[in-house]
């Protein structure tokens, strides 16, 4: 099965760059799609980008649009997203998701699309 496994979180000053990795580790043929969301303490679990492995789709949230990007690299079956100028806004818990099946491009910024989840990465950005 495909277990996202995500490094690179930190703590940064704002303005700072972060960039988070996501290894879909796993013997199964690759997801369909990988996403990136986060979850801020007493907030509820936000989109932040997804990315498809067969096709050429990338999906970024508003709030994020401009300073991040998501990426991936097929030989090594990882998803990259570079935060640039990092707010204090962006601290929060950072999870890769995994969706095995075709979802559509609507559908990405959904969690319950989503099937297989990375632990989470803290990241946490000071004024």
């Known amino acids: 099965q495909v277990q996202p496994v995500e490094s690179g979180g930190g703590s940064v000053q704002a303005g700072d760059s972060l960039r988070l990795s996501c290894a879909a580790s796993?013997?199964?043929?690759?997801?369909?799609?990988m996403g990136w969301f986060r979850q801020a303490p007493g907030k509820e679990r936000e989109f932040v980008a997804a990315i498809s492995w067969s096709v050429d789709i990338t999906y970024i949230s508003d709030s994020v649009k401009g300073r991040f990007t998501i990426s991936r690299d097929n030989a090594k079956n990882t998803v990259s997203l570079q935060m640039n100028s990092l707010k204090p806004e962006d601290t929060a818990v950072y999870y890769c998701a995994a969706a095995r099946w075709p979802i559509s491009t609507a559908a990405m910024v959904r969690p319950h699309e989503y099937d297989r989840w990375g632990q989470g990465t803290q990241v946490t950005v000071s004024s």
């Open positions: 796993g013997r199964t043929s690759r997801p369909y799609a």
